[in-house]
């Protein structure tokens, strides 16, 4: 049976630059409308008039069963969540994941919001703790993706730095890492092999090499790590009914180095406190 190569020729990476750039600015759109009062089905029809508006298509729409542009999750929805007629609410944590397919390419990029509430600031300030700990541990990942020879050392990344922040204020003991659910490949297909883990596991993994693209996506828990999937057959919600947490960006290896392909600076701003600096695809 004929197996297609998870690696990328140079031509290949360059087209993916594009639906990356389109995906964050998809992102950029809906940043400065997370706000207490506005609907998850408003956010998601801003960034689809960006995507359409780009000569692209939704990626998600593209999905069996799925048609929306985004998943949009709230407090204890870590993942997956539905747009719909669901009113933001002063405090909330909103996780927003989008991905837009160009010219036969694909990027997919998450990030998480805070909604202010100067009447709960504390509630505030550990949502926004719980949303550092995961958008750092994503960063720790893509800073690992540098000099990884093989996956399993992005994975190993991403845990150190989860449990180097040590336990959650909110159930005081180390945060979560939904371990059912992964990051991922990502080229003519929005998922591809391989399956990039949060979390240190046995198997080394694919080698990490020029023309591989990954999205890596931790997907962080303020309490226990087990979920369930909720009656609209997407949502993924905390068993405990703890926070959750979702970043992800898109990166491609290449032969001078890796490049953000869903950040616009190449992921250049994360990766300076790690001391990597991105390369651009030649």
């Known amino acids: 049976m004929f197996r297609r190569?998870?690696?990328?020729?140079?031509?290949?990476?360059r087209a993916m630059v594009e639906p990356g750039l389109i995906t964050a600015a998809a992102l950029d759109a809906v940043a400065p409308l997370v706000r207490a009062g506005i609907t998850t089905a408003e956010l998601d029809a801003a960034a689809d008039r960006l995507i359409v508006d780009r000569g692209a298509e939704s990626n998600f729409k593209l999905v069996r069963g799925y048609r929306h542009t985004t998943c949009?999750?709230?407090?204890?929805?870590?993942?997956h969540g539905i747009p719909g007629e669901l009113v933001l609410q002063p405090g909330d944590i909103v996780s927003v994941d989008c991905g837009a397919q160009y010219q036969g390419w694909n990027g997919d990029s998450a990030r998480t919001f805070v909604v202010p509430d100067p009447d709960r600031p504390e509630v505030v300030a550990r949502r926004e703790e719980l949303s550092q700990v995961t958008e750092g541990s994503m960063w720790a990942g893509i800073a690992a993706l540098a000099t990884a020879e093989h996956i399993n050392d992005v994975s190993t990344a991403i845990e150190d730095h989860i449990l180097a922040q040590g336990d959650s204020a909110v159930s005081g003991r180390p945060y979560g890492i939904l371990r059912e659910y992964v990051g991922h490949g990502i080229g003519r297909k929005m998922?591809?092999?391989?399956?990039?883990?949060?979390?240190?596991?046995?198997?080394?993994?694919?080698?990490?090499?020029?023309?591989?693209?990954?999205?890596?996506?931790?997907?962080?828990?303020?309490?226990g790590e087990a979920t369930f999937v909720e009656d609209d057959?997407?949502?993924?919600?905390?068993?405990?009914?703890?926070?959750?947490?979702?970043?992800?960006?898109?990166?491609?290896?290449?032969?001078?180095?890796?490049?953000?392909?869903?950040?616009?600076?190449?992921?250049?701003?994360?990766?300076?406190?790690f001391g990597v600096v991105p390369v651009p695809i030649p």
Not at 5 to 13: D, E, G, M, R
Not at 192 to 221: C, H, K, W
């Open 5 to 13: 190569s998870i690696y990328k020729t140079p031509a290949q990476l």
């Open 72 to 79: 949009i999750s709230v407090n204890e929805q870590v993942v």
């Open 191 to 223: 998922h591809e092999a391989p399956s990039v883990f949060n979390y240190q596991v046995p198997d080394a993994g694919p080698e990490v090499r020029s023309g591989l693209v990954i999205a890596i996506e931790p997907m962080v828990t303020a309490g």
């Open 233 to 273: 057959d997407w949502t993924v919600t905390t068993v405990d009914g703890t926070d959750g947490a979702h970043w992800e960006h898109s990166i491609a290896v290449h032969a001078d180095g890796i490049w953000v392909l869903t950040a616009a600076d190449g992921g250049a701003a994360g990766l300076a406190p």
